[in-house]
């Protein structure tokens, strides 16, 4: 779980007269990440694309083109597993590319003319106001006319403070009109000192009304045509839209086939094939093309490899000659003719061809040298399997979001499975919140078919079944203690601390926070000293060791008396050990002893540093120890922070007094009524009202109140995602996944098509 699927890689030797059979076996297999040519071999070249690879994209681009004219998706798919051939590809195509092209041309010059209509609306609307027939507002010889949105005191006052001596203002609302024996230029400058901006007079003649009418006519009609075209597409959509997604189903297949050879490496007679498949489904492989080819290709196991993080071979187990597919025999048909730059022998078999052409040039591993010294094909790492169970295969989409593991790293999906949802949920912590966060996690999974989305709707399911864990620990549904007083008895086995009478609850999660935070980070630490002890245990013990060291030498120091009048009374001493609740809470603290050996380890661990990277040392003396564990006391304080808020909207509805008995204060909600100051409660005086409660106002506040809890709640349920769920996933990010993991690894991308809309010919 915690590395990739193992991955070999695999060499398919052959014949050019079987290569359409190989592609077809391996395409339906769907096994074999195909390693493209790098073109370092001498005598061989890339492979050539099939017959018929061009025409087979262009009618692709065709039909993709189409679904997106016609907005075709799957639910217009209709049967699936359809049966289509090319010559139904070939004669349903064009006639559906005419009708389509056809039709969308039309459209379009309804939609340019209809966008010209609107445009000339708008620009006519202003001018119905002044009443001035168009004609009017332009053509003069000696007489300038400007209209525009402005002020008509203020334009008359600049007219009037001008040396123009005749003109005229007309106004209607905020247009105004005006009429000068000026030239044009002249009377723009006049205007610039007014409250003016000039506006357009749009072409034509007549009443603006009268024109404005008839634009708005043939918007209509436009609008109508426009709407009957639409509805012909719709049709059109619904009739071909499942042979569009059929027919593109096809020929992505025939495209994927056809260029295919491009990634081989290929003599005049023969080609090889490389690429990788997971280790467990070499067998399958194998026999696939043992019964579609028989003994015409030689399929060879090369390597069962790790790749360290920068690509290079590291740990390589080379698969002996032998151990894997035997060689191919010489049959009818079957010789590899030409394999290599100086092997044209009609008769060479494929065992003379690996022997003597392709070893000799150190191509394959899987030509005769049983994995060792040869040239890859193609350079890269693995791609990656990530192996995880179902559980834990939404989490993958966090994991992908740094980038996916490379072949050389531990996957750390499982780990975000046992945390991310632990954190989430001890921060949330309520019951009622929970199942509608597991209700939205069924629901997206239900309505989404997408893997991110699905991934999303699983990660929700999860979070939220932790919530309604812990809030059955704290007792709580929507903040309420109810749970509490049916379940436990009024005493749940934890407390949030948000109450007076729990607030060493609030302390207590301050140090379990840092503890689960160290205990995290450590094992960030473990995984990437593991990693690196791969290659080089000197760097790892120097680095990942040392950090290791400081981490828990300094914490160790944290935790003792050594200096404990200068630490906070609740991690050491005698406060420490506050009991009088269902668990201790904190401990006295370590000993003088225990502190200054993790003082020791701490100065260890910073020397190691210092020998590995200064860069580093540096980074341990600004104590980065301190700081990672610090980062974690956020879980405490969203927890807080989220019963904050739920307990303030509950205190707005219900309203909330308080009872003191033994020197300490709890607090209640009037669920039902407002008791009086002065009076008992279950053998406790009410002290006070801290709120009287919406809900035992009126009528009126019964409503508003309402309105507060519902959007209240709400709230509070969207900012345990952005609050609780972002904070988790930075921890996850920065403190853990830091220590450790880099990403941007290969996704395995096996070369083949998953049928959905047709049936395999």
């Known amino acids: ?68 004219i016609l907005d075709v998706s799957a639910e217009e798919a209709g049967p699936s597993n359809r049966l289509v051939t090319d010559e139904a590809v070939d004669d349903q195509l064009e006639e559906v590319r005419q009708e389509v092209n056809e039709l969308d041309d039309r459209r379009d010059e309804i939609r340019d ?68 024996y000026a030239d044009d230029e002249t009377l723009a400058e006049v205007l610039v000192d007014a409250t003016f901006t000039a506006i357009d007079v749009p072409d034509g003649e007549g009443d603006p009304e009268e024109y404005l009418a008839e634009l708005t006519h043939r918007r209509q009609q436009l609008a109508s045509r426009l709407e009957t075209v639409e509805d012909e597409l719709e049709d059109v959509k619904l009739e071909v839209g499942g042979f569009l997604l059929a027919a593109e189903e096809k020929l992505a297949i025939d495209v994927q086939k056809r260029e295919a050879p ?12 490389e690429g990788w498949i997971p280790t467990d489904r070499y067998d399958d492989l194998v026999g696939a093309l043992r019964d579609a080819v028989g003994t015409h290709v030689d399929v060879d196991e090369l390597e069962r490899a790790e790749y360290d993080e920068d690509g290079a071979l ?98 750390p999906t499982v780990i975000l499975l046992l945390t991310f949802p632990l954190m989430f949920g001890f921060m949330i912590g309520d019951l009622g919140y929970g199942i509608l966060y597991v209700l939205a996690g069924v629901g997206i999974v239900r309505a989404f078919d997408s893997e991110g989305w699905q991934a999303l ?24 203690h109810v749970l509490g007083d049916v379940l436990w008895g009024g005493h749940p086995p934890i407390h949030k601390g948000l109450q007076p009478a729990y607030v060493e609850y609030a302390q207590l999660w301050l140090v379990v926070a840092i503890l689960a935070g160290l205990a995290h980070v450590s094992f960030g630490y473990v995984l990437g000293f593991v990693k690196e002890a791969s290659h080089s245990l000197t760097h790892a013990v120097l680095e990942q060791g040392a ?49 200054l050996l993790g003082v020791g380890l701490f100065v260890l661990g910073l020397v190691m540093i210092m020998i590995a990277d200064f860069v580093e040392a540096i980074e341990a003396i600004f104590l980065k120890v301190l700081v990672d564990g610090l980062s974690y006391t956020r879980i405490a304080a969203v927890l807080l922070a989220k019963a904050g808020m739920a307990f303030t909207v509950n205190l707005l509805f219900f309203g909330v007094y308080a009872t003191g008995h033994g020197g300490e204060v709890e607090w209640h909600f009037a669920l039902s009524k407002m008791p009086e100051v002065g009076s008992m ?13 919406l809900m ?43 220590k450790f993991y880099e990403g941007g690894g290969e996704e395995y991308s096996p070369f083949g098509h998953e049928r959905t809309f047709t049936a395999n010919e």
């Open 696 to 738: 035992h106002l009126g009528i009126a506040g019964l409503v508003a109140g309402l309105v507060v809890l519902v959007v209240g709640h709400a709230l509070v349920l969207a900012l345990g995602v952005t609050s609780a769920g972002l904070q988790a996933v930075r921890l996850e990010y920065v403190e853990f996944f830091q």
């Open 113 to 180: 003319e209809l966008r010209s209509v609107e445009e000339r609306i708008d620009g006519m609307e202003p001018f119905v106001g002044l009443g001035i027939p168009l004609e009017l507002l332009q053509g003069y010889d000696n007489l300038a006319v400007q209209v525009g949105t402005g002020d008509r005191a203020s334009v008359e006052r600049a007219l009037a403070e001008s040396d123009v001596e005749h003109y005229r203002v007309d106004a209607a609302d905020d247009v105004v009109a005006v009429f000068a």
């Open 547 to 595: 950090w290791l060291l400081m981490v828990a030498g300094f914490w160790s120091f944290i935790f003792s008396d050594v200096a404990g009048g200068m630490k906070p009374a609740f991690l050491v001493g005698s406060e420490a050990a506050l009991n009088g609740n269902p668990i201790p809470l904190g401990f006295a603290g370590f000993g003088e002893t225990i502190g």
């Open 262 to 273: 491009l990634t081989f490496a290929t003599t005049k007679n023969a080609f090889v094939a």
């Open 457 to 480: 709707g699983g990660i929700a399911a999860w979070a939220g079944a932790f919530t309604i864990v812990f809030g059955v620990l704290y007792g709580e549904i929507f903040g309420l």
């Open 1 to 68: 779980m915690l590395r990739p699927d193992r991955m070999s890689r695999v060499s398919i030797t052959g014949a050019k007269t079987v290569m359409d059979d190989v592609v077809e076996t391996v395409h339906d297999l769907r096994l074999l990440h195909l390693t493209e040519y790098a073109g370092d071999w001498e005598g061989f070249e890339p492979g050539e694309p099939e017959a018929g690879a061009d025409e087979a994209s262009q009618k692709l681009v065709t039909v993709r083109s189409l679904k997106t």
């Open 314 to 411: 590291h740990g390589v187990e080379a698969v002996a000659e032998g151990e894997g597919e035997e060689p191919a025999a010489a049959t009818d048909g079957g010789t590899i003719e030409g394999a290599g730059a100086e092997n044209d022998d009609p008769g060479a078999t494929a065992e003379t061809t690996e022997s003597e052409s392709v070893r000799a040039d150190g191509g394959s591993a899987a030509h005769g040298d049983g994995g060792r010294g040869y040239v890859p094909m193609g350079g890269g790492s693995p791609p990656v399997v990530m192996d995880n169970p179902g559980s834990a295969k939404p989490f993958e989409l966090l994991t992908n979001v740094i980038g996916r593991p490379k072949y050389s790293e531990f996957d």
């Open 681 to 693: 409660y279950h053998g406790h005086e009410v002290t006070s009202q801290l709120f009287p409660g």
